[in-house]
């Protein structure tokens, strides 16, 4: 997939991926369509893989609320609950910015995303060199960091107590980003660490009244 690269130097070249990642900065990166969608607010989304099944639904509803707001949601999607996320968005409206975990020329866009990209929604972002053909577990980790630091703001749905999800909602806080996780006791911790404590309710609060009916509850996953 053709893609535009910017360096260091160039003007376009993401602000806050300097600024948040100083030295650890992506000397270049890659990207695959609509480069304008960074220009809305955009909010990074991560929901980790035991995220507690009481918290599921609520994640779905959550970002199934946000999909027809002007905002963009990024993302690695990698995880079961955040590639459910990103089935729900493309149904939407947002902008979606993909975090790869390896090089943009080594990335097979899934046919089912091919009309999300063709709709110029769907913006693929790469932090990796060309030779970076293969997913690794310090990739993943560091795309992740990529994807919190290119966003505005970050959504966790959960952080577990000692986890590294939860050093990454730290790390997150430390850069200034308002870090935001649902309002439930499982979360207890890192609310207190400063995390902001959300529901779907909050949306419009946050970005503004909802522009369709709110999805019904009890909506299948599968």
Known sequence: MQGRVLTLDDTDYPTRLRACLG???PVCVASAGPWEILSRHSLSLFCSVRCPGAMILQTYEFVSRLRHHNITLVSGFHSPMEKECLRALSTGSAGI??????????????????????AQR?????????HAT??????AAYRNRVAAALAEDVFLSHAAPGS???TFCIQALAWGKTVLTLDAPENTQIIARGAQPVRSE???ALWGADPEPEPPHGVDLL
């Open 122 to 130: 769907l913006l693929l972002f790469s932090a990796f060199p060309d």
């Open 202 to 204: 909050s949306i419009p």
């Open 97 to 118: 910015v993909w975090c790869l975990a390896k090089a943009l020329s080594a990335f097979r866009l899934p046919p089912e995303f091919q009309a999300l990209y063709d």
């Open 164 to 166: 590294h999800t939860e």
């Open 134 to 139: 293969r997913v690794t577990a310090d990739a």
């Open 23 to 25: 030295a650890e900065a």
